[in-house]
């Protein structure tokens, strides 16, 4: 009887074993169906995050694969909090908000009033972005001080200056002489605080053991910014005697008004031995 009833059960657990195995003629298992249709619709339904600039291209550049953020995209300060920036303008990229190097999305909201890509930019938007967050959104390339012409023969690659270059005690003159644009030098008439500290003691730009200090670092902070006027030839008065001797290089013109003859990255005696004429240098 024991007997029996194991081959019966046995025989009973092939057959359903069988009828649940899927055979190349038989119909979809229901499982597997009901798995592929949930699939489906969470695909169809998360929404898509992807790492890729759209839209608005400003403040970016382009390296051979994507377009990425430039360091003056993200250079400024937010005018509001960064917390409600953040509230403002939230992002969804998974690299997260702009920063220089990267290519996550900029924040629908800095630009469009679309709720996703393509979009087309609402100018009220990013002016109104602009006003707040410029760092969030990656436009403090279009603020103010980021927003000038840089000298036509800069003596470094103005679209490579890196943050720290910007703060850099050796770069930080030419900069600003030479590609303002890159740290938020515009308007700065050239002339800035070779270090970036001077201002919290104002009390060195009197302190007369700090003078020769404050003349050379400190030139902004201290009012100690030159002075030039332009002469009736397009140079630079640099003296008061009425004869000059000849330039040496046929340059000096060009070199004059990308700010040769008042940059003290090179020396007075470099300067009068180049274009003593043009630059009116005695």
């Known amino acids: 009887m024991c007997k029996l ?21 038989s119909s979809t298992n229901p499982t597997k169906m009901i798995a592929l249709i949930s699939i489906f619709f969470v695909s169809f ?5 992807s790492a890729v600039i759209g839209g608005d291209l400003n403040c970016t550049t382009y390296n051979g694969t994507f377009f990425v953020w ?8 937010n005018v509001i909090s960064d917390s409600s920036c953040a509230i403002l303008y939230p ?3 998974a690299l997260g908000l702009p920063a220089a190097g990267n290519n996550a999305g900029r924040p629908l909201a800095c630009y469009t009033t679309a709720t996703a890509t393509p979009a087309a930019i609402v100018p009220d938007m990013k002016t109104a972005a602009l006003a707040s967050c410029p760092k969030t959104c990656g436009f403090c390339c279009n ?16 679209a490579t200056i890196t943050r720290s270059q910007c703060d850099s005690v ?3 003159t030419i900069i600003a002489a030479d590609c303002p644009s890159a740290c938020g030098f515009c308007g700065q008439g ?34 100690r910014c030159p002075s030039t006027t332009t002469s009736g030839y397009g140079g630079i008065t640099g003296g008061t005697c009425s004869s000059y001797i000849a330039d040496s ?23 009068r031995a180049r274009c003593a004429t043009t630059c009116r240098l005695c």
């Open 5 to 25: 009833w194991r081959n019966q059960y046995k025989k009973r657990s092939f057959t359903l074993f069988e009828s649940s195995t899927p055979s190349s003629s």
């Open 45 to 49: 339904l998360t929404p898509e995050v």
């Open 70 to 77: 430039t360091p003056a995209a993200v250079g400024c300060n």
């Open 91 to 93: 992002t969804t990229d």
């Open 143 to 158: 603020t103010d001080a980021y927003n000038c012409k840089n000298v036509d023969f800069p003596r470094l690659n103005c």
């Open 170 to 172: 050796t770069w930080r």
């Open 190 to 223: 050239g002339c800035v605080d070779a270090v970036t500290n001077c201002g919290n003691d104002l009390s060195i730009c009197q302190n007369v053991g700090l003078q020769s200090f404050v003349n050379q670092y400190c030139q902004k902070t201290c009012g």
């Open 249 to 271: 290089s046929s340059s000096c013109s060009a070199w004059a008004s990308n700010g040769f003859c008042t940059n003290n990255f090179y020396t007075y005696a470099q300067r």
